[in-house]
């Protein structure tokens, strides 16, 4: 899929927390040949790669148009390349026409947005990322159980809306360390938390450590909420930030992962690092004393555009790409049951499977 995507131009700016780590800036040698350090994982995760040819797989069998609610990931490119395809993107149910068809992102919705599309006799085909769906069923497990739940995550996002809508009487979201103290339970023995899963895993744990310094019977959800793609691509910036000068991130400045890519690199020693939609936005400023280059993209973003860049760093003489690989990632999850049910129904089969990765799931995601 992602070879067919033809990249395009793009207006929107770099974005940057101008912090860094001046003792392990100081230590480079910025003398020393031009370099690129290509972080590895990176790219579409198998959540991303499934919502995208869901959309792909509902147009090319339904035909266009089929309306798809909010972005279907957090990637300007994608958004604009399925919408030249047939897609019509819409914010809420009410603005499809009764009877059509719609998907749901890979964020995830909550009870109150199927119930408004079943109102309309919508036909839904959900595209929420397996590792999401995990969490509103710890989320509404939890609440069978009467625990306050604090649900670390930015308030506002969209797979956060659709969490806490699972139990709204008992979430309660908590954006950041800084806003623990103002947390009030009902019962300090009851609480539990769980989290967004595209959030910095450091920042994560130290909002937990703060809330169990005042819970202390605080609970574990009963594994990671942060996904694997999200903790993998951090990893592979936490390994290559000491040695860059400059470190670029493909991504949209609506993706939560995205953004934290960016925070990663200059809080574990990047002297800079910039999130860009395309390689057009890279500002020549930014090479001023350069030598090496980390290049990495949120999970939502396309291997093409990541490609553009590193052509666009060739320009500027930066032709040596050393790939730093911390984990390989094999995880694949089928389509949408929706989806899957109609194309056998018509005796056809996805001509573009998904592919995340090789490995199914032990268990139907959908």
Not at 123 to 152: Q, S
Not at 171 to 192: A, F, G, I, L, M
């Amino acid at each position: 899929m992602t070879e067919t995507l033809a990249p395009r131009p793009s207006g929107s700016p770099a974005v940057g927390r101008h912090r860094r780590d001046d003792t392990a800036a100081d230590r480079r040698d910025t003398t020393a040949a031009k370099r690129v350090l290509l972080a590895a994982p990176r790219g579409y995760c198998a959540g991303v790669d499934r919502a995208v040819v869901a959309v792909e797989q509902a147009i090319e069998h339904y035909g266009a148009p089929v309306y798809v609610r909010k972005e279907i990931v957090h990637n300007k490119y994608v958004v604009e390349t399925l919408s030249e395809r047939g897609a019509i993107f819409v914010d809420e149910t009410d603005e499809v026409p009764e009877g059509a068809r719609v998907v749901f992102s890979a964020h995830g919705v909550s009870p109150a947005v199927h119930a408004a599309a079943a109102a309309r006799s919508l036909e839904t085909i959900d595209a929420t990322c397996p590792l999401v769906t995990k969490v509103h069923r710890e989320a509404v497990r939890f609440a069978a159980d009467d625990y306050d739940i604090l649900l670390i995550g930015h308030e506002g996002h969209e797979e956060v809306e659709g969490t806490a809508g699972e139990a709204p009487d008992h979430v309660q979201v908590v954006n950041s360390p800084d806003e623990v103290d103002r947390v009030t339970v009902r019962d300090p023995d009851k609480v539990v938390w769980i989290s967004q899963t595209t959030l910095s895993v450091d920042e994560t744990m130290e909002t937990v450590r703060r809330l169990r310094e005042r819970f202390p019977t605080l609970q574990d959800p009963p594994s990671d909420d942060i996904c694997y793609a999200t903790q993998n691509r951090q990893v592979a910036v936490k390994k290559l930030a000491p040695e860059c000068d400059l470190v670029i991130v493909v991504g949209s400045r609506n993706s939560s992962n995205s953004v934290r890519l960016v925070e990663v690199a200059k809080e574990y020693g990047a002297r800079a690092a910039y999130l860009v939609d395309y390689a057009k936005e890279i500002d020549p400023a930014w090479f001023d004393g350069v030598a090496t280059v980390g290049v990495t993209s949120g999970a939502s973003v396309p291997e093409i555009l990541v490609q553009d860049v590193l052509a666009h760093l060739a320009e500027r003489g930066f032709v040596d790409v050393s790939e730093v690989r911390t984990a390989t990632e094999d995880l694949m999850f089928s389509l949408p049951r929706e989806l899957r049910a109609a194309l056998k129904d018509s005796g056809q089969s996805p001509s573009r499977p998904a592919r995340g990765g090789r490995r199914s799931l032990p268990f139907d995601p959908a």
